[in-house]
């Protein structure tokens, strides 16, 4: 299993990662291990924000982030949105949010003991891309018939 990194403000600005005697809360614990989990399939980018920074980054006023219960996955080549979602659920976790966000995949998570229904899960992908078909190439033939793109490139050269 990849080893999760955080950030130098991850863990310790958000009040349920805060020491209190008893450990990270039960929602800290399931939020970094999914962030484990999804750590084999790129950088975890973002857990917790502040409501400051959420505002640089351009988030939603009510980010899950904001409760450090979202992360964000900037997915290595070949790895798609799809992956890691069915990684995360057959680990267990529950989702309340999956979204593909083109660069990145994010995903945000159900608080201990509370039950999310597969219909309640908001999920998003990219628009597809422009089906503008690409305009087919001319084919040419020589004066037998032949057509030039079955010819070897040595006699290609030569007529």
Known sequence: ??????????R???????????GPSAAARQ???AAAVAANYGSIT?????????????????SYHLQGRAIDVARRPGVTHAMIATALTRAG??????????D???FAFAGPGT????EQVAVAYPPPPDPTAPKPQAVRAD????????????QLASR
């Open 104 to 106: 990145h995949s994010h």
């Open 93 to 102: 976790y529950r989702m309340v949010e999956s979204l593909d966000e083109g």
């Open 1 to 10: 299993m990849a080893r999760l990194r955080v950030g130098p403000r991850g």
């Open 143 to 154: 004066d037998h018939g032949t057509l030039r793109i079955d010819l070897p490139p040595a």
């Open 31 to 33: 939020v970094y291990g």
């Open 115 to 118: 039950t999310v229904a597969p």
């Open 46 to 62: 973002s857990i917790y924000r502040s409501v400051a920074h959420n505002r640089a980054v351009g988030g939603v006023s009510n």
């Open 12 to 22: 310790r600005n958000h009040p349920s990662h805060r020491p209190t005697g008893g």
